[in-house]
């Protein structure tokens, strides 16, 4: 029997909230305690609903629909959410934090849907597209710290984009995406240069380098104080490309498009100590200088390097050997992810760098026309193969080649965990043994791919609980109005 500081523990909702909390991916286990009495259900239910879908909470009946909006704190609709829309526009979302909507004001028949319901005080990450700004929304939201813009409505000007995000004042995450570049004016930008806190900017529009001094200027040489991650989009001149790693000291993540490579865009990064993630894609035929790629030894704490050049072109690095490669790995104890499509004098002797000086690699895309029959005739092939990538290996190899088969099956037996081996345009299942052709994707982001995982299959609802969806979030609770009423 509980002794009665335990009886008193548990029925004081602080401690049942923290409790309750710890165990939220338990749903089953959370179902259960919502039966206890009608102070465990509110609890329970809470942390039940926090995370749940705007489909379970559709399936609740109109007249207690309330009681669930109130305890979620994230709303994800997409595109065609307009059912959802039209149920929920006269809810109270009051705990939501993040809101990720699409064509929130006008769907494809030009119905409008509310959205002050989901402009709530705690809102703090707010992601649309294909509606108009809201200009009460600074007053409403004024914890709002991340906001995702994308195909704005077409009665949205440049002065109002202005007017809406300088008027949020705690932003902190900033990202003007798909057909926002001609509403993002110069004034916009000295505005966020300004920003104290803004750690995370996304741009579609181009920076020439004009601009970038100017901003400068005004912010007495130092723009974007806390910036930590920049993202554009658009191809920058190269020279703008100079500008901004001299002025960003402290970016952690840089992902940039250029025009040309006229300027040592990799050279001016190398005083930039913290850069974890680089990912710059060249235009116009580029070509690298071995001085210029092995600058790229000064960022030791680099987790992923991704250099390419945009469809259909090609990045010349002629005179950058193997022996400038083993230099360069070994500068890079962390890295994890590789895409280097940089047409240099390498061979496959450059693996056994990786191999050997980066540990943690778990991602290679060489993009290299290798001779691997130099690989296949060695004693053991298999120590030219770095041990830990886990995901995928490209290479260069003709598409009717038979050799992606069996470096497929000396990748496999030098690491069990592989699921897929890829070679330029032949893709290999170790589980099945076959290959087929496979054309690679544009881009992958400079991260590991995901693992494959098996789809969760939907339960049928029983006498011990309801339909469960495949993220394992309740539609409903069976005993809502016992608890309730009791």
């Known amino acids: 029997?509980?002794?009665?500081?335990?009886?008193?523990?548990?029925?004081?909702?602080?401690?049942?909230?923290?409790?309750?909390?710890?165990?939220?991916?338990?749903?089953?286990?959370?179902?259960?305690?919502?039966?206890?009495?009608?102070?465990?259900?509110?609890?329970?239910?809470?942390?039940?609903?926090?995370?749940?879908?705007?489909?379970?909470?559709?399936?609740?009946?109109?007249?207690?629909?309330?009681?669930?909006?109130?305890?979620?704190?994230?709303?994800?609709?997409?595109?065609?959410?307009?059912?959802?829309h039209k149920f929920s526009h006269d809810l109270s979302f009051d705990k939501l934090m993040f809101?990720?909507?699409?064509?929130?004001?006008?769907?494809?028949?030009?119905?409008?849907?509310?959205?002050?319901?989901?402009?709530?005080?705690?809102?703090?990450?707010?992601?649309?597209?294909?509606?108009?700004?809201?200009?009460?929304?600074?007053?409403?939201?004024?914890?709002?710290?991340?906001?995702?813009?994308?195909?704005?409505?077409?009665?949205?000007?440049?002065?109002?984009?202005?007017?809406?995000?300088?008027?949020?004042?705690?932003?902190?995450?900033?990202?003007?995406?798909?057909?926002?570049?001609n509403l993002t004016s110069d004034q916009l930008l000295h505005d966020l240069a300004s920003r104290p806190n803004l750690t995370k900017l996304g741009l579609e529009r181009s920076l020439e380098p004009a601009l970038i001094s100017d901003i400068a200027e005004a912010s007495s040489g130092h723009p974007f104080p806390a910036?930590?991650?920049?993202?554009?989009?658009?191809?920058?001149?190269?020279a703008s490309g100079?500008?901004?790693?001299?002025?960003?000291?402290?970016?952690?993540?840089?992902?940039?498009?250029?025009?040309?490579?006229?300027?040592?865009?990799?050279?001016?990064?190398?005083?930039?100590?913290?850069?974890?993630?680089?990912?710059?894609?060249?235009?116009?035929?580029?070509?690298?200088?071995p001085g210029q790629l092995l600058s790229l030894k000064s960022h030791r704490n680099l987790e992923s390097l991704n250099l390419k050049p945009t469809k259909g072109g090609k990045i010349d690095a002629t005179g950058f050997t193997d022996t400038d490669f083993g230099q360069l790995s070994a500068q890079l104890p962390n890295l994890k992810y590789l895409w280097f499509e940089v047409q240099g004098d390498l061979t496959t002797a450059s693996l056994a760098s990786l191999s050997n000086q980066c540990q943690t690699i778990g991602q290679i895309d060489p993009r290299q026309t290798f001779d691997w029959d130099v690989l296949l005739v060695l004693q053991d092939p298999r120590s030219f193969i770095p041990e830990t990538p886990r995901e995928l290996i490209r290479g260069g190899i003709p598409y009717n080649s038979q050799e992606p088969s069996k470096m497929a099956i000396i990748a496999k037996n030098r690491m069990p965990t592989f699921e897929l081996v890829a070679f330029d345009w032949v893709q290999y299942d170790v589980s099945t043994h076959e290959s087929t052709p496979r054309p690679f994707p544009e881009s992958l982001p400079p991260s590991l791919p995901p693992r494959r995982r098996r789809p969760v299959k939907k339960r049928q609802?029983?006498?011990?609980?309801?339909?469960?969806?495949?993220?394992?979030?309740?539609?409903?609770?069976?005993?809502?109005?016992?608890?309730?009423?009791a």
């Open 1 to 84: 029997m509980a002794s009665p500081a335990m009886a008193q523990a548990v029925a004081m909702p602080e401690i049942l909230e923290r409790i309750f909390n710890s165990m939220e991916t338990d749903h089953r286990a959370l179902l259960a305690a919502a039966r206890v009495n009608k102070l465990w259900f509110d609890c329970a239910t809470n942390s039940l609903w926090k995370h749940a879908s705007h489909n379970a909470l559709a399936d609740i009946p109109k007249d207690r629909q309330q009681i669930y909006a109130a305890k979620m704190e994230r709303v994800n609709v997409g595109s065609f959410g307009g059912k959802f």
């Open 99 to 181: 809101a990720e909507m699409g064509s929130i004001h006008a769907s494809r028949q030009g119905t409008e849907f509310h959205l002050q319901q989901y402009l709530r005080p705690r809102l703090e990450t707010l992601h649309f597209y294909g509606g108009q700004l809201v200009g009460d929304m600074q007053a409403t939201c004024w914890r709002l710290k991340k906001i995702w813009i994308a195909s704005p409505g077409s009665q949205v000007s440049s002065e109002m984009m202005f007017d809406f995000i300088s008027g949020c004042k705690s932003l902190e995450s900033v990202t003007l995406s798909k057909e926002t570049g």
């Open 227 to 238: 910036l930590r991650s920049l993202r554009i989009t658009k191809p920058l001149p190269s």
């Open 242 to 289: 100079v500008l901004l790693g001299e002025l960003l000291p402290s970016i952690t993540t840089i992902d940039l498009s250029f025009q040309d490579s006229q300027n040592d865009i990799l050279g001016s990064m190398a005083s930039i100590r913290d850069l974890r993630h680089i990912k710059f894609t060249f235009g116009n035929e580029a070509k690298l200088f």
């Open 461 to 485: 609802a029983t006498s011990e609980g309801p339909v469960y969806s495949t993220r394992r979030i309740p539609d409903n609770c069976p005993h809502c109005s016992k608890h309730t009423q």
